[in-house]
């Protein structure tokens, strides 16, 4: 045993981890204050369990629900807590389907599902009713120091209902992520079994401490851990039975850095166990468990052969792999790509230095020998002597990480997260309005991180990720485009396939398929606060992630650019398109408001009788539902290309005759002045002649009276 770790446990009354599973008063809102009328104080739920909202459970809420005292009707004696999930936040919808109904030694059962009107919020959320152990919590979320177990207690009340559990968990192909000491209950008075409370309604692992998650899980931030594997439950289980074993903490005079760090030196069972005096049979389990390396990790057969009695091999932990000589870093040693990698992530501006220096790569490949490493190190950085590629620091350092420890956390920035576990952050971030924390998940996937993530792995672990790599592929060009039906809402909903729409059209109703989208539409219809649309971007977002035949170019003419009209038609058309592919009827209200959104478009046909013709025939086709006839009565293309043939040639005949009378007018005013400078031409000879008349006979006379005088 190395003296750190002796160090580290030296003090036997240290405190429990600073992460308590459920902590918080900043992160976990508070109940609702109990605005309710008389009549609605206890609610009743499929006729089933009346819920108690003036009777809060404050030991069992979660950040995505509150929990409220529920009694079932007809058994009395069953106890069961209601959790009143809240609109938009990250629940396992998946395990909360496939565990509904099922009983799980040690776990608190989901007995019922469904969704109800909450009259404090005036919503309708879903309730996810739970068996509810009437004991107290086994251990104090913030007790410094606990009773130690029995080794005969911890494997008749922990070990041998909680392995079962995970045995019927991963038949159905779901992860506890749940199994902590801090998280158990007693199931009554007596003592005798244990309960732990359920991990549905958060993100999975959030409630755990870091000491109980794996290396890999505890490096991530809480909503950000993913789904996890058997082994993280096998692994959780094991850190389990050892608190209980010694009554504290692990490493709880260290920080999470110190503890991850020292865990990444040693190895968990070494950092872990350290000096502890563990029963026999448990330490046997231990070392079986906390192993680091899944490869040699006890599997579920192995637990379950030791829950019965078997002895089991355990192999050697191998002691993590350290290069020959060390790689400093702001003035400490590092001899591990993991740890350097992990001190890369905290300190973001010093990386992008070191690497850019181009000092890492002759450390991978002569004190790591691994040239592989190296030469991919290289393709991102540019060649020793050359010059360095232009790269963001924080796609350089991300890119490193990936590089030197694939497999582990993908880091950027502030995020440290699974790949499973960025749509939980997403819905998270998005439902709490973090914008800092969304804006950089979202330029983590706009930078394709998630990708060289992927394409760092070694083949054989890239299978595992096969359906879910097409998403990060498609994702930077969705996020960009921003219109309706893209951007982040369309990340939320491919990055969480069972999350419920999120419009604020649907706060009265809970859309859980693309099935439930027109019903909830036609009931909002026949409100009088409709909106203006009944296509919004999350409803946009929500069909276009949901369902096969909605293709992007279906969404794009439903924002800018794109006229209004068009807007309008790319709507209606989205909504007749889901009719048909769900084989819908009987949507009276909202065939009313498509018929009202059409009317402003039937103004395009110039021609009175058409329009009136067209305007009928909507009015017809909206008594029958049918969305599609409905549309396309007022879209139809040939009446379109008749009104505007029409109207082209009354243009053209209306322009013909405005020029001929033109023309006409032209002539009259040419006639006139025509006129007038005849006149004027005829009045100056006639003046011409007159004054001539004038002159001749002026001289006539005058010459007379000469001839005569």
């Known amino acids: 045993m190395t003296a750190t770790v002796e160090a580290q446990q030296a003090s036997t009354n240290a405190l429990p981890p600073p992460e308590m599973p459920l902590p918080a008063a900043d992160v976990i809102a508070a109940a609702p204050a109990g605005n309710f009328p008389t009549d609605q104080r206890t609610l009743l739920f499929k006729n089933k369990f009346r819920i108690l909202p003036l009777s809060p459970l404050s030991d069992f809420k979660t950040v995505g629900a509150d929990a409220f005292e529920a009694e079932e009707i007809g058994d009395s004696s069953r106890k069961c807590v209601a959790m009143v999930c809240r609109p938009g936040f990250p629940l396992r ?14 776990i608190m059962s989901i007995i019922e599902t469904g969704t109800i009107d909450w009259p404090d919020t005036n919503d309708r959320r879903l309730v996810i009713v739970l068996q509810r152990p009437t004991g107290k919590r086994c251990i104090g979320l913030n007790q410094p120091s606990f009773p130690k177990m029995t080794e005969a207690d911890i494997m008749r009340l922990v070990a041998q209902p909680l392995t079962y559990a995970i045995r019927s968990a991963s038949e159905r192909k779901v992860t506890l992520r749940n199994i902590n000491p801090y998280n158990m209950f007693w199931e009554d008075s007596s003592n005798q079994r244990i309960l732990l409370q359920d991990g549905f309604t958060t993100p999975p692992g959030y409630g755990q401490p870091a000491c109980v998650e794996t290396i890999d899980s505890a490096m991530c931030d809480r909503d950000m851990r993913g789904e996890g594997s058997i082994a993280d439950d096998i692994f959780a289980l094991g850190v389990t039975m050892l608190m209980l074993a010694t009554g504290r903490a692990p ?62 091999s355990v192999k050697s932990a191998r002691p993590p792999r350290h290069a020959s000589r060390h790689m400093e870093f702001l003035d400490k040693q590092y001899t ?10 905290l300190n973001w501006a010093k990386a992008a230095e070191l690497i850019r220096a181009k000092t890492l790569d002759p450390w991978l490949r002569r004190a790591m020998s691994n040239e592989i490493m190296a030469d991919e190190l290289t393709k991102l950085t540019g060649a020793k002597n050359g010059p360095a590629r232009h790269t963001p620091d924080d796609v350089l350092v ?128 026949s409100s009088p606060l409709r909106p203006t649309s009944p296509i919004d971007r999350h409803i946009a977002a929500y069909l276009g992630s949901r369902v096969a035949e909605v293709k992007d170019a279906d969404l794009r003419p439903l924002g800018p650019p794109a006229e209004p009209f068009v807007q309008t038609m790319a709507a209606l058309y989205l909504l007749a398109k889901i009719q048909r592919v769900y084989k819908l009827r009987d949507l009276p209200h909202l065939s009313n408001w498509c018929m009202d959104l059409l009317r402003p478009t039937l103004s395009r046909f110039k021609n009175i009788a058409r329009r009136q013709k067209i305007t009928d025939m909507v009015n017809a086709r909206a008594k029958t539902g049918q969305l599609y006839e409905l549309v396309r009565s007022a879209d139809n293309e040939e009446e379109t290309q008749q009104d505007e043939i029409g109207f082209e040639r009354a243009a053209m005949e209306h322009a013909a005759i405005t020029l001929r009378i033109a023309n006409l007018e032209e002539m009259r005013r040419s006639q ?11 009045a100056v000879v006639l003046a011409a002649l007159l004054a001539l008349t004038y002159f001749l006979c002026f001289f006539y006379l005058h010459f007379k009276e000469q001839m005569h005088g």
């Open 336 to 345: 591990m790509a993991t740890t350097l990698s992990y001190a890369f992530a």
């Open 251 to 312: 490493l709880a005079n260290s920080t999470p850095d110190q503890q991850l760090h020292l865990r990444m030196d040693v190895g968990s069972f070494e950092a872990l166990v350290g000096l502890h005096a563990i029963p026999v049979g448990i330490m046997e389990a231990l070392r079986g468990t906390l192993i680091d390396d899944p490869e040699e990790q006890w599997d579920l057969e192995d637990l379950e052969a030791w829950v019965r009695g078997s002895r089991q």
């Open 398 to 525: 991300a890119r490193t990480i990936a590089i030197i420890n694939p497999g582990s956390p993908i880091c950027y920035r502030r995020l440290i997260g699974k790949i499973d576990g960025i749509g939980y952050a997403i819905a998270l971030a998005y439902a709490q309005q973090d914008t800092e924390k969304l804006n950089l998940l979202m330029q983590l996937l706009t930078q394709r991180l998630p990708l060289h993530w992927l394409n760092a792995l070694p083949d054989n672990k890239k299978k595992a990720f096969n359906d879910i790599m097409g998403k990060f592929e498609l994702l930077p060009g969705i996020i960009d485009a921003r219109g309706p039906g893209f951007g982040i809402e369309r990340a939320i909903y491919m990055l969480n396939p069972k999350m419920p729409c999120l419009s604020s059209s649907f706060q009265n109703d809970y859309v859980q398929t693309p099935n439930d989208v027109l019903p909830a539409l036609d009931k909002l219809a």
């Open 672 to 682: 006139s002045q025509i006129a007038t400078l005849r006149g004027e031409r005829v």
């Open 93 to 106: 919808f998946d395990a909360i389907q496939l565990l509904s109904g099922v009983n799980l030694p040690g």
